[in-house]
């Protein structure tokens, strides 16, 4: 199939190079003309494991293009998906690189004679496309709904594992309040093996907000875990959910094994069971304040995602203040930040939790220093403009002198760090805090630093 695809961000330049690695003919268009320069050079511009080799591949074999000419990639494609961004603005979507995008797409649609769909892969709340989307490509392209089609297509990715996502799906959701748009739409898709759900418009875009809201919920469940256990004292919150993740039903045994020692499954959704300063990213904080923001605005007020939301802003602030009392304040004391990408494998800074750690720690007074292999220029940009920071140029730099070392990213190169050379390198029985679990206490300790993690507090009695 012929496919363009509106915005070649995270999300619009993985699908293009995907689908034209599966067959399809791609034209990405973005506004932003270095964009569209380094991808035509082969440069991603964005940091994604694999991206950059895909896109030269395909690039080469001239089945992925891209421009700055929206008009053009929709008259010379039979398929077009919308993939700008969909903010957030005071808590609800904010829709209007949905509505420009679609204006656009309309206005060239104009002049087509042939059948076309639109499809939206932007996450946007049910009722967008079928209340807002075609309403506007009626009015702006002078044609009935049915003469083109109309197909929302949430995107399930992740940053990190994008490209393996997109190519190995584990469902692709195509909504379509009628059948012609889905059969063209299809068959976009039709190299790859997963089950395909077919339902209406608005339910697709549902699935995409019931999606994230749980794994959302997941990891403020296990934040209030972890704050319970801090509270109570001597209880490991990483224990805990250790025992909750033996659990048959989160773990179950593979076919045939004869122990439950061995032979289990680890699904995924196991990693959202895990305490730690709180998500972020480009999705989960803005989706599910969207998310409720329509549900009240329809008349029902969403008790536990609003209790979701509301741990995961504390979550972070919480960890600075159990910094802050063990340090006798932050006034003047160093404080080193490890990793401001919401997560490894991302240059995405988007709503991470480094954000408010950063910012309550240069709001007490510390000096920080911050370091991140590949997220330092977009926190420097989006992020940190007017906040007084020290920008290091490896891990170490970073800790050097510091009081305390805040890890708020699980980069590989943070996990496995020799403690004893931070020891040596920072001030004497300086802290590990431990914002992602994911180091032993008993090992930090043996370093002659201090250890303060996420759901672990030793009782005042012991
Ligand atoms: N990033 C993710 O992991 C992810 C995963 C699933 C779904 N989503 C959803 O996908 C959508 C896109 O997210 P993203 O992370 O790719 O955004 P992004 O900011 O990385 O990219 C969007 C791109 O769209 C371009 N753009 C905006 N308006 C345009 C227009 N009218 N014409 C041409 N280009 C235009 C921007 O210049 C930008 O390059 C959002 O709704 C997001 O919620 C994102």
Redesign the pocket.
């Known amino acids: 199939m012929r496919i363009s695809i509106?915005?070649?961000?995270?999300?619009?330049?993985?699908s293009g190079v995907c689908l034209s690695e599966v067959g399809n003919r791609v034209i990405c268009?973005?506004?932003?003309p270095e964009?569209v320069q380094s991808i035509l050079h082969g440069i991603s511009?964005?940091y994604e494991p694999g991206l950059e080799d895909l896109l030269r591949r395909n690039l080469k074999n001239r089945r992925f293009t891209a421009t700055?000419d929206?008009a053009r990639a929709v008259k010379e494609s039979d398929i077009t998906l919308i993939?700008?961004?969909?903010?957030s603005r005071n808590g609800a979507i904010d829709l209007r690189?949905?509505r420009?995008?679609t204006r656009?797409v309309g206005h060239a649609l104009r002049s087509k004679r042939a059948f076309h769909v639109v499809a939206v892969?932007?996450?946007?709340v049910p009722s967008t496309s079928d209340t807002i989307v075609r309403p506007l490509l009626q009015e702006s392209s002078g044609k009935k709904a049915g003469e083109f089609g109309l197909c929302a297509n949430?995107?399930?990715?992740?940053?990190g594992d994008?490209i393996k996502d997109f190519l190995r799906p584990d469902r692709i959701v195509i909504g379509s309040d009628e059948e012609r748009s889905f059969r063209v739409f299809k068959k976009i898709y039709s190299r790859f093996h997963c089950p395909i759900l077919h339902t209406n418009l608005r339910t697709a875009e549902m699935i995409?907000y019931a999606a994230n809201s749980l794994l959302a919920s997941l990891i403020s469940y296990s934040n209030e875990i972890a704050s319970i256990a801090e509270a109570v004292g001597d209880v490991d919150v990483v224990d805990v959910l250790r025992g909750v993740h033996l659990d048959a039903r989160l773990t179950p045994f593979l076919e045939g094994a004869v122990s439950s020692l061995r032979g289990r499954l680890s699904p995924g959704i196991i990693s959202y069971l895990k305490a730690g300063c709180g998500y972020g990213?480009?999705?989960l904080p803005?989706?599910v304040p969207a998310l409720c923001t329509l549900a009240e605005k329809r008349g029902y007020e969403p008790g536990l995602l609003r209790s979701v939301i509301s741990i995961n802003q504390q979550q972070p602030l919480r960890l600075m203040k159990r910094l802050s009392h063990e340090l006798g304040g932050l006034r003047s004391k160093k404080v080193a930040v490890w990793g401001i990408a919401f997560k490894p494998d991302t240059d995405?800074v988007?709503d991470t939790p480094a954000k408010p750690i950063v910012d309550s720690l240069v709001q007490a007074g510390a000096k920080v220093s911050v370091y991140d292999p590949f997220g330092l220029e977009a926190a420097r940009k989006t992020l940190f403009q007017d906040t007084p920071l020290t920008y290091a140029q490896t891990q170490f730099e970073a800790a050097a002198g510091a009081h305390a070392l805040v890890v708020v990213t699980s980069w590989p190169q943070f996990v496995n760090v020799d403690f004893r050379k931070l020891a040596s390198l920072m001030k004497k029985r300086a802290f590990i805090v431990d914002g992602r679990r994911v180091y032993e206490r008993w090992s930090v300790l043996a370093a002659g630093l201090r250890y303060l993690g996420v759901g672990y507090r030793e009782s005042e009695a012991a």
């Open positions: 509106i915005g070649a961000g995270y999300v619009g330049l993985v268009v973005d506004r932003i964009r511009p964005i700055q929206l993939a700008v961004p969909t903010p690189y949905v420009a995008a656009e892969k932007s996450t946007v949430p995107e399930f990715l992740k940053e994008a995409k990213g480009s999705c803005k989706d995405d988007r």
